[in-house]
């Protein structure tokens, strides 16, 4: 039998080098490589793209359309897993957040291309869509998105910034807000997946440790069609059952938390819902690795669907 082939192209990137790490024990499939210092022949990446099954694109959005040219010009049939934010929105791809919607992973079994979300637009719309669904977020609730990553989620320039003071452009500081005038690039995603009508108020932030991410999503009880946060709860629980990737935490176990650290799923390719807070006031959480659920992890869970038989 054949083993299907594995490309990464960019996987000497941050998401890539992951994913390679994920990878590399594997029986069922074959990865190849291209040299660091090849990285930037176009040749070379083309004939890669070309003989390979899939593709998976760790790449900047540029260089990831120009990967997928490359395919469209051959006319070859490698499937694409794409990580950049260039196709999250292109007719023909399927968006790779399996667990937010009935009958997607099936979907993303067939698919010839699969676009996978980010990490900040993965633990809102976990927490978000689920809602929409249900009738209990109506179509133009105001939505606020609260969020902080760990710094490997800026790539290998901010991991300099961070981690050497003699970088140019050292970040000092630990912890910042940014993207301060409303205009995160995930921004569009998020409001197609969720299915509201208003655009929402996103404050991203970097903190000083590599990897784990929280995202918050603050609602007002009154402003929505549920009557408590037990029934807030229950909608999120029927959604997610079924499958082991997507876990919400019992009302019993958010409400015995004294805080929540963004570092704890650092590593791990699952993701932790909770819902906190009361009757008039609840806060969504959501509790993920930005390198893994959001980025690296969610890539391989997409290619172990696609080639699932």
């Not at 083993?3 to 390679?20: A, C, M, V, W």
């Amino acid at each position: 039998m054949t083993l299907p082939k594995i490309f990464i192209d960019g996987e000497h990137g941050t998401t890539g080098l992951q994913i390679r790490d994920r990878l590399k024990d594997r029986k069922d499939l074959v990865v190849v490589s291209l040299a660091h210092a090849d990285r930037h022949n176009k040749n070379k990446r083309k004939s890669l793209l070309l003989e390979s099954h899939f593709a998976i694109l760790c790449l900047p959005d540029d260089a990831a359309i120009e990967a997928v040219e490359m395919i469209d010009d051959a006319g070859a049939g490698t499937r694409i897993n794409d990580t950049s934010t260039a196709h999250l929105e292109a007719k023909g791809w399927v968006y790779g957040f399996a667990e937010h919607e009935r009958g997607l992973a099936e979907t993303i079994k067939n698919a010839l291309r699969v676009a996978n979300p980010g990490c900040y637009s993965t633990g809102a719309i976990a927490v978000i869509a689920p809602l929409v669904q249900a009738g209990i977020l109506p179509a133009d609730y105001p939505i606020t998105i609260n969020a902080v990553s760990g710094y490997t989620g800026g790539g290998k320039q901010m991991i300099a910034q961070m981690e050497n003071g003699e970088a140019e452009g050292a970040i000092s500081e630990s912890h910042f807000a940014y993207a301060l005038a409303l205009a995160h690039k995930h921004v569009p995603d998020i409001i197609d997946r969720y299915g509201l009508t208003t655009r929402p108020n996103f404050t991203p932030a970097d903190a000083r440790f590599p990897q784990g991410m929280l995202v918050n999503v603050p609602l007002h009880l009154d402003l929505t069609n549920a009557s408590s946060k037990a029934e807030i709860h229950a909608a999120l629980v029927a959604h997610y059952e079924g499958q082991d990737i997507v876990t919400v935490a019992s009302l019993k176990e958010a409400d015995g938390l004294g805080r929540l650290a963004p570092e704890v799923m650092a590593g791990k390719d699952t993701m932790m819902l909770y819902v906190t807070g009361n009757d008039e006031h609840v806060n969504l959480v959501a509790q993920l690795d930005n390198l893994g659920k959001g980025a690296s992890g969610a890539a391989v869970q997409n290619l172990n669907l696609m080639l699932a038989d």
